[in-house]
């Protein structure tokens, strides 16, 4: 059974730094491309970051590019999302996805649609105050 648990979310304010952690079990978590997607109230799903199986490709939207950095750690099954210079839209639902078959080169470009993930984490609130 395939588990994401995302942690490390808050309130802060505008300007601060949070760290979000994604811990994995129940799949061969190297062999996967793993996501970072948000959800504020009202709004629909989308894309934040996205790190390949070996953390030598990354994605980014380009409302966090230069203040976000995904990462992952293959021995701790775990991936972040290191969130700098937070403002209030950054304010959502942030939750971890995780899928196998987006892993390759051939299919990477279709890292940015949630539609491609299997698996999904229950999220953490992210509340970032002016």
């Known amino acids: 059974q395939v588990q994401l648990v995302e942690s490390g979310g808050g309130v802060v304010q505008a300007g601060d730094s949070l760290r979000l952690s994604c811990a994995a079990s129940?799949?061969?978590?190297?062999?996967?491309?793993m996501a970072w997607f948000r959800q504020d109230s009202g709004k629909e799903r989308e894309f934040v970051a996205a790190?390949?199986?070996?953390?030598?490709?990354?994605q980014y939207a380009d409302s966090v590019a230069g203040r976000f950095t995904i990462s992952r750690d293959n021995a701790k099954n775990t991936v972040y999302l290191q969130m700098n210079s937070l403002n209030p839209e950054d304010t959502a639902v942030y939750y971890c996805?995780?899928?196998?078959?987006?892993?390759?080169?051939?299919?990477?470009?279709?890292?940015?649609?949630?539609?491609?993930?299997?698996?999904w984490g229950q999220g953490t609130q992210v509340t970032v105050s002016s």
């Open positions: 996805a995780a899928d196998r078959q987006i892993a390759y080169s051939s299919t990477w470009y279709r890292a940015r649609n949630d539609l491609e993930y299997n698996y």
């Open positions: 129940g799949l061969s978590f190297s062999s996967y491309a």
């Open positions: 790190i390949a199986p070996s953390g030598r490709s990354t």
